[in-house]
């Protein structure tokens, strides 16, 4: 099937400075694209969202990218802070459900 | 508060033993979804459903069952059949029937081990 992956399986930033988590995507069909932070034990939390019609969209501090030519999304994080610790997923429309890939463990040093 | 609500937070299971996790949602939600997580794993899709009375198999629906007989409500049951269910378990709903355009809502999951 279709993989929704990840570069880095871990990231360590320190505080303040600014996090990009990177994720490739293979279907090119994909048209919606979404960014998730979960933190131990809990369920996941949305962050932000982008359709294919865009290539950058921004929230509150995250910025996502979408580079539709090479298959790439990113999550830019400004001013990290201790509270960003969590593991990030991105996920892509599966045809019927979100698929998800494995998750990149942000840790945020002081 | 609106969400979604998982029950219990930790289960444990015998073998041979058939147990049942628990999801309700109060968000008007037509769409609900359950999901596995092993450790240092992604997400994967167990069973969705897109409205009250209709389910489908997601991509690892063995040794698993569910129903959808209340739009509020999607419990899924680990039949004796799933071999390997020590897993953390995640329900999740999404506003549209076309649910792979839409965010998922996220309860806080059900850590299931086997004793």
């Known amino acids: 099937g279709e993989n929704v992956g990840l570069h880095l399986p871990t990231l360590s930033v320190q505080e303040g400075d600014n996090s990009i988590i990177n994720c490739a995507y293979s279907?090119?069909?994909?048209?919606?694209f979404i960014w998730y932070k979960q933190e131990s034990g809990k369920g996941p939390q949305f962050i932000i969202d982008?359709?294919?019609?865009?290539d950058k969209r921004q929230g509150q501090r995250v910025t996502v990218l979408l580079n539709k030519t090479v298959k790439h999304l990113s999550l830019q994080i400004a001013a990290t802070q201790p509270g960003d610790s969590a593991v990030y997923f991105c996920?892509?429309?599966?045809?019927?459900?979100?698929?998800f890939g494995k998750g990149t463990s942000l840790l945020v040093t002081p | 508060d609106g969400g979604i609500t998982q029950s219990p937070k930790y289960l444990f299971r015998k073998e041979g033993q058939n147990v049942t996790l628990s999801c309700e949602q109060n968000?008007?939600?037509?769409?609900m979804y359950w999901y596995r997580q092993d450790p240092g794993q992604g997400l994967r899709l167990i069973y969705y459903?897109?409205?009250?009375?209709?389910?489908q198999k997601g991509d690892i629906a063995e040794g698993y069952s569910v129903s959808r007989e209340k739009k509020e409500s999607f419990p899924l049951t680990v039949t004796s059949a799933q071999k390997n269910p020590t897993a953390f378990y995640l329900c999740a709903s999404s506003i549209a029937v076309r649910a792979a355009e839409e965010k998922l809502f996220f309860g806080s999951g059900t850590q299931l081990s086997v004793l």
């Open positions: 279907n090119s069909a994909s048209d919606y």
């Open positions: 996920a892509e429309n599966g045809g019927y459900a979100l698929n």
């Open positions: 982008i359709r294919s019609n865009m």
């Open positions: 968000l008007n939600h037509d769409a």
């Open positions: 459903s897109q409205i009250v009375n209709d389910f």
